[in-house]
């Protein structure tokens, strides 16, 4: 089963701080995503990558980077933290293709104060 | 632009009952349509897809849906609900057969009364 592991399940920060959101596969899958998840909003793409070192913004990517240093992994970064930002956080991983369908982890609820 | 609507945000039913969530798409090409669902506490899991083919499909947990072009919709439906369908449910439409990036609905939150 593939597996895709978010390092924190709830963070608590402050406005201001840099943070960072660790997700993990364990499929050697291409493709990996950052959404964000608001009630009445759905989830919303952040950023995406086709592969290592590869990124693309998604449609909300204002005061978000990304990094993929290596094929399993894929950062979100929060470079200054603000409250805004408080939500949920899902990342996923794909083939590449629909035939196979997204891989999502458990989510971060992030809480910026 | 490409939007996936779900006007319903939050749908109660009584166990046993039958379900129908709705989905339409604003998509000019052929849509590639799926439905995720979201249990408490949990990543995003697939419940069915549509590609192309016959318009009902059949999916995981006894869910179907049915693609009507004419109405740009694709409804998801169970005939019989069971408490553990408690979940939030969203529609999803993929622009390419190539790229996995998916644009999601905005989530029918369901609750189940015994």
């Known amino acids: 089963d593939v597996k895709v592991t978010q390092s924190s399940r709830y963070l608590v920060k402050r406005t201001g701080e840099k943070v960072f959101l660790e997700c993990v596969q364990d499929?050697?899958?291409?493709?990996m995503f950052w959404y964000r998840q608001d009630p009445g909003l759905g989830l919303r793409l952040i950023y995406f990558?086709?592969?290592?070192?590869?990124?693309e913004k998604g449609d909300i990517p204002e005061g978000y980077s990304v990094s993929r240093e290596k094929k399993e992994r894929f950062s979100l970064i929060l470079e200054s933290a603000s409250t805004n930002q408080t939500s949920m956080y899902l990342c996923?991983?794909?083939?590449?293709?629909?035939?196979?369908?997204?891989?999502f982890g458990n989510g971060t609820r992030l809480t910026v104060t | 632009a490409q939007s996936v609507t779900q006007p319903d945000i939050h749908i109660t039913v009584s166990e046993g009952a039958s379900l129908e969530l709705r989905c339409n798409y604003s998509?000019?090409?052929?849509?590639?349509l799926f439905w995720y669902v979201q249990s408490p506490g949990q990543g995003l899991q697939l419940l069915l897809k549509?590609?192309?083919?016959?318009?009902l499909v059949q999916g995981i947990k006894g869910f179907e849906a049915e693609f009507k072009r004419s109405q740009s919709s694709f409804n998801l439906r169970k005939p019989s609900v069971h408490w553990s369908d408690a979940a939030e449910y969203f529609c999803?439409?993929?622009?390419?057969?190539?790229?996995?990036?998916?644009?999601f609905g905005t989530g029918t939150r369901l609750q189940v009364f015994p």
């Open positions: 996923a991983s794909g083939t590449g293709g629909l035939d196979s369908p997204l891989h």
């Open positions: 499929m050697d899958h291409e493709n």
């Open positions: 990558s086709y592969d290592v070192k590869m990124k």
């Open positions: 998509y000019g090409a052929t849509p590639y």
């Open positions: 549509y590609f192309s083919g016959d318009t």
């Open positions: 999803a439409v993929g622009l390419s057969y190539n790229t996995d990036k998916l644009i």
